[in-house]
């Protein structure tokens, strides 16, 4: 049982849950709001900047439910969705979210207190982006 909360921990996971959160095709079947279920099936390998995960896990809503299946890579420190498959059970209509435009590692941006860059910062920047 721990090993299902530890794959619902992941970014691979929760990048899934997002994407399938915001399709209106989904939100549209299923109804608002969409729940995850208890177990996650599959497996997650990561070594550092990289890795592969491949999952299965349900959802539902007040109209319905279905099946999410994950196949993610992770490289340079970034996952990728190959392929994100949401299967409703009521048609067995299967649909692809993996080309949605954000990606599953959509962490916070850092708070932090507003500093002002030095006086000639502007210029190491702009020469560093002509090379």
């Given at each position: 049982?721990?090993?299902?909360?530890?794959?619902?921990?992941?970014?691979?996971?929760?990048?899934?849950?997002?994407?399938?959160?915001?399709?209106?095709?989904?939100?549209?079947?299923?109804?608002?709001?969409?729940?995850?279920?208890?177990?996650?099936?599959?497996?997650?390998?990561?070594?550092?900047?990289?890795?592969?995960?491949?999952l299965s896990f349900p959802v539902?809503?007040?109209?319905?439910?279905?099946?999410?299946?994950?196949?993610?890579?992770?490289?340079?420190?970034?996952?990728?969705?190959?392929?994100?498959?949401?299967?409703?059970?009521?048609?067995?209509?299967?649909?692809?979210?993996?080309?949605?435009?954000?990606?599953?590692?959509?962490?916070?941006?850092?708070?932090?207190?507003?500093?002002?860059?030095?006086?000639?910062?502007?210029?190491?920047?702009?020469?560093a982006a002509d090379h």
């Amino acid at each position: 049982m721990m090993v299902f909360g530890l794959m619902k921990y992941s970014m691979a996971y929760s990048g899934a849950l997002d994407r399938v959160r915001a399709s209106a095709e989904v939100r549209e079947v299923l109804g608002t709001p969409i729940e995850d279920g208890i177990f996650v099936t599959g497996n997650i390998n990561i070594s550092g900047p990289s890795g592969r995960a491949e999952l299965s896990f349900p959802v539902r809503g007040p109209r319905g439910k279905a099946t999410v299946y994950v196949a993610a890579s992770k490289t340079l420190g970034e996952w990728h969705f190959e392929h994100l498959i949401v299967e409703f059970d009521s048609s067995g209509k299967r649909i692809e979210l993996s080309a949605a435009p954000t990606k599953p590692n959509h962490l916070p941006e850092p708070t932090s207190p507003s500093v002002t860059p030095p006086a000639d910062a502007g210029v190491a920047q702009s020469v560093a982006a002509d090379h």
